[in-house]
């Protein structure tokens, strides 16, 4: 996984928040349109920050979020329990 960077895009529609090739996953956020270039030049196209990962990363990166989310879940049901009085 890279660090994120900002990226400007000339595609029609919006970039989406997550895009998986065969060589790459690209994970964006804060997609927002912007004006570049000077006078008559001008332009508009999509600036974002974006990072990128292999598909190892990204499916290695998955399985932790997974995990968190799980243990997440158990300590939230285990403090119910205790205030309840189980």
């Avoid at 660090?3 to 529609?13: C, I, P």
């Avoid at 990363?57 to 009085?85: C, D, F, H, N, P």
């Amino acid at each position: 996984m890279k660090d994120w960077q900002t990226v400007q895009d000339s595609r029609v529609e919006t970039p989406p928040d997550l895009e998986i090739t065969t060589s790459t996953v690209y994970e964006r956020r804060n997609v927002h349109r912007v004006t570049v270039g000077e006078d008559e030049w001008q332009t508009e196209c999509w600036e974002y920050e974006q990072r990128e990962y292999s598909p190892d990363e990204w499916e290695r990166q998955s399985v932790a979020e997974t995990i968190m989310k799980a243990i997440s879940g158990l300590e939230l049901a285990v403090a119910e329990l205790k205030a309840e009085g189980r």
